[in-house]
C-alpha cells in the first residue's frame, strides 16, 4: 500500500525554524517527484518546494525561496522540508504528495491527500 505520512509541525515564532519529514511506505522517493503542498485557513492547496526524479529539477514557490529547503533521503524513503526564518504567513497544513516537478513550477499528481502537519507560527 503507498502511503505517505507527514509529521514535524508545530507552533513556532516568527523566525524560527522546523524541519518536517515525510515518510514514504509502499514505493521509494528517488523513483519520484514527490513535493510539499500547504493550505491556509480558508485558501486553496499551493505547492510549496518539489523535487523531481533522481534530484533533476528543484522548484521553490517565491514566498519561501531563500528560507526553505527540500531534501530526501533515499536509503530512508524520508522526504524533508527545513523552514527557516519562518512568518506569520507560513502558516498551514502542510502535505506532501507526488507532484509534477519543473525548475519554474510545480503541480499536484493525483486528487488526495494526507493527513498533513499543522505548522502555526505567531507574530
Known amino acids: 500500500q503507498v502511503q505517505l505520512v507527514e509529521s514535524g509541525g508545530g507552533l513556532v515564532q516568527a523566525g524560527g525554524s522546523l524541519r518536517l519529514s515525510c515518510a514514504a511506505s509502499g514505493f521509494t522517493l528517488d523513483d519520484t517527484a514527490i513535493g510539499w503542498f500547504r493550505q491556509a485557513p480558508g485558501k486553496e492547496h499551493e505547492g510549496v518546494s518539489c523535487?523531481?526524479?533522481?534530484?533533476?529539477?528543484?522548484y521553490y514557490a517565491g514566498s519561501v525561496k531563500g528560507r526553505f529547503s527540500i531534501s530526501r533521503d533515499n536509503a530512508k524513503t524520508t522526504l524533508y522540508l527545513q523552514m527557516n526564518s519562518l512568518k506569520p504567513e507560513d502558516t498551514a497544513i502542510y502535505y506532501c504528495a507526488a507532484a509534477h516537478c519543473w525548475d519554474r513550477g510545480m503541480s499536484r499528481k493525483g486528487n488526495s491527500w494526507g493527513q498533513g502537519t499543522q505548522v502555526t507560527v505567531s507574530s
Open positions: 523535487i523531481g526524479r533522481s534530484d533533476f529539477a528543484t
